[in-house]
């Protein structure tokens, strides 16, 4: 083949074994703790061989796990990918392997929330600062902010619940001029936004979400271009006994292979929603950065090329929590709960889960995050529909 294959397809072939286990499709779920060697000689010979793949001890992961590093490095673009247990893992691996003592670390006031709490209370504990800033902060704003300590700038987006874009590109570069290491929780841009085209140093990728696809995995990923990166932030991740299931890796790896069609899908259906949401006069504000007229939809439009069925949705400020709450109770195809980029719809009320050191960015009103999955869109709007009637007899009658 002449030209390189484009991404969707690769998805149908990176990972796979060829004709080496009896030509079946997918690569067998490895399983191990002691590697076996036939003599001491080539057991030394192996040790510290990580990097070049070879294995010594279960921990430092097996085929089952090199065959998903490989599929979501492509995915994400970069050189190399690992594998940890969580998406919260991807966060605090690189966070740890970045920063000693006596640094400092900004991060994204929309920062994902147990990101948040992993920064306020372990990061100080090991003697690093941690400040914030405005997610949609100028450039300038954010320069002003770097003290001479400062060695990590995070970046999320669009960020958790209240789905502010950042200006990417502006940010890795200032990072680059300031010489800091830009981090990206890329996990609503998968496969939509290429980190490192746009100046990201280390991505991160809850593969807990569209890559699983299920419902049903956890799994997390930091994804680098360079060796010098990898290095450090693999080493950091067996320093820490960071280790995931091969079991899970091999579901992860079996939600790659249908991603791009269902994200394709959900995010088809999550506009027609999100549109026929923002038409109803109970809703004051729909924050959905793949939609028209959205906040943040410039940005979209300018660096991404798709994007996560996940959005928020605010209501006038008339209807009171207890109302919202009884609506979001009556729908019958919405699931009531955390996480999304399952295959199924959920609404989450944002309620207090929000931290923010400055306030939260949307107007005043109860909020709803919706996660739209592969349901007919039609089904979900009739139950929205019925729903909504029931809000809006509530608080006017
Ligand atoms: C869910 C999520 C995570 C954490 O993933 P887990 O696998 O649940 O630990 C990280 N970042 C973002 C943006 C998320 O939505």
Redesign the pocket.
């Known amino acids: 083949m002449t030209k390189t294959p484009s991404l969707r397809t690769r998805l149908s072939h990176l990972g796979r074994p060829g004709h080496h286990i009896h030509g079946l499709v997918n690569p067998p779920v490895h399983r191990g703790s002691t590697v076996l060697y036939p003599d001491v000689a080539t057991r030394d010979a192996h040790r510290g061989q990580v990097f070049k793949r070879t294995l010594t001890y279960g921990l430092e992961g097996n085929h089952t796990h090199m065959a998903l590093e490989d599929v979501v490095a492509a995915i994400e673009g970069g050189q190399h990918a690992v594998i940890v247990p969580?998406?919260?893992?991807?966060?605090t691996t690189p966070l740890i392997a970045y920063l000693k003592a006596g640094d400092h670390v900004l991060l994204p006031d929309s920062f994902?929330g147990?990101?948040r709490e992993f920064s306020d209370d372990m990061l100080p504990r090991m003697g690093v600062a941690c400040s914030y800033y405005r997610p949609s902060a100028p450039v300038a704003e954010v320069e002003a902010l770097i003290l001479p300590n400062t060695r990590v700038l995070y970046l999320?987006s669009p960020g958790?619940y209240t789905f502010e874009m950042q200006d990417v590109p502006a940010l890795t570069a200032l990072a680059k001029r300031r010489g800091l290491v830009s981090m990206l929780?890329n996990?609503?841009g998968i496969l939509a936004f290429q980190p490192f085209e746009h100046g990201v140093d280390v991505s991160?990728q809850?593969?807990?979400?569209y890559v699983s696809g299920h419902s049903d995995v956890?799994?997390?990923a930091v994804i680098v271009n360079t060796e010098a990166d990898w290095h450090i932030v693999r080493e950091t991740a067996l320093l820490l006994g960071m280790y995931a299931s091969p079991d899970d890796c091999w579901l992860a790896l079996r939600g790659a292979r249908t991603m791009a069609l269902r994200l394709e899908r959900q995010l088809a259906s999550a506009i027609e929603v999100a549109e026929w949401l923002a038409a109803r006069p109970e809703v004051q504000e729909v924050r959905f950065p793949a939609l028209p007229g959205s906040a943040g939809h410039e940005i979209w439009k300018r660096d991404f090329t798709g994007g996560a069925s996940l959005f928020g949705v605010v209501f006038q400020p008339g209807y009171r929590t207890a109302a919202v709450n009884a609506m979001v109770d009556s729908l019958e195809l919405f699931g009531i709960g955390?996480?999304?980029g399952g295959y199924e719809s959920l609404a989450l009320p944002v309620g207090t889960s929000l931290t923010r050191s400055f306030g939260s960015t949307y107007p005043q009103g109860e909020a709803v995050r919706f996660h739209v999955g592969l349901e007919d869109p039609a089904d979900l709007i009739a139950d929205l529909d019925q729903a909504m009637q029931k809000l809006s007899a509530n608080t006017l009658g």
């Open positions: 969580t998406g919260l893992a991807a966060i994902y147990a990101g999320e958790s929780d996990t609503w991160i809850a593969l807990t979400k956890m799994l997390g955390a996480s999304w």
